[in-house]
């Protein structure tokens, strides 16, 4: 079936350094990837996605690139602040399906 | 704004209490989710709903039912609450089947039984 692995956390940072988180998976077909994030005593919101391999979502500043040959889909962002600390979720949506395959959350910590 | 509301954040219930937990949306989603999420676990789905009163069984839906009489209304019920349904419940709805159709969550439920 389809999984998805994150790194665990938390990942601390100071403000400014630079941002990976990684994920990959393992899926059938061509799935959407999708990265959420939950801040603290949030529900979960869509932070990017991509659709077809070697498409890069970004927003906020954040981005992630499609890589089918690596089966991965990596967060990265070149200067973190305070306000990104957050949990991340890296996702899949297989085709024809509806319900979204979750990594279990990476925390990430930013210092001032 | 888009909206997914579910109606308290914060529950503290006793064992053997039958408990609802109630979400709404108000953006007419086919597919409705609860999930639950715990330390160290993530995310795992407790129930969906693709239609009214259509619902299939998640991942752990041992202990939990669910009731969708309204497209905008997804309830999820405990029959008998235990110190292990203490958690973070979340609910969330999606348009119908897509690739690429993204989820919308509500801010959680904290529920703790004593």
């Known amino acids: 079936g389809d999984s998805v692995t994150q790194m665990e956390g938390p990942v601390t940072l100071s403000e400014e350094a630079f941002l990976t988180i990684n994920c990959t998976y393992t899926a059938t077909g061509y799935p959407s990837l999708f990265w959420y994030v939950q801040y603290p005593g949030e529900g979960l919101q869509l932070l990017l996605k991509a659709t077809k391999a070697d498409d890069k979502g970004s927003n906020k500043g954040f981005e992630a690139t499609y890589r089918k040959e690596t089966t991965s889909f990596h967060l990265e962002k070149g200067s973190v602040q305070v306000s990104d600390s957050a949990v991340y979720f890296c996702?899949?949506?297989?085709?024809?399906?509806?319900?979204?395959?979750f990594g279990r959350g990476t925390s990430l910590i930013v210092h001032p | 704004d888009v909206k997914v509301t579910q109606s308290s954040r914060y529950l503290v219930k006793r064992t053997g209490e039958k408990v609802f937990l109630e979400c709404v949306q108000d953006m007419d989603h086919e597919n409705m989710f609860w999930y639950r999420q715990d330390p160290g676990l993530g995310l795992r789905l407790i129930y969906f709903?693709?239609?009214?009163?259509?619902?299939e069984k998640g991942d752990i839906p041992e202990g939990y039912s669910v009731s969708r009489e309204k497209k905008e209304r997804f309830s999820l019920i405990l029959e008998s609450a235990s110190t292990n349904q203490t958690s973070m419940y979340l609910c969330a709805s999606s348009l119908l089947r897509g690739t690429n159709e993204k989820l919308f969550f509500g801010s959680g439920t904290q529920l703790s039984v004593l």
């Open positions: 996702a899949l949506l297989s085709g024809g399906s509806y319900i979204p395959t």
């Open positions: 709903s693709y239609d009214v009163k259509m619902k």
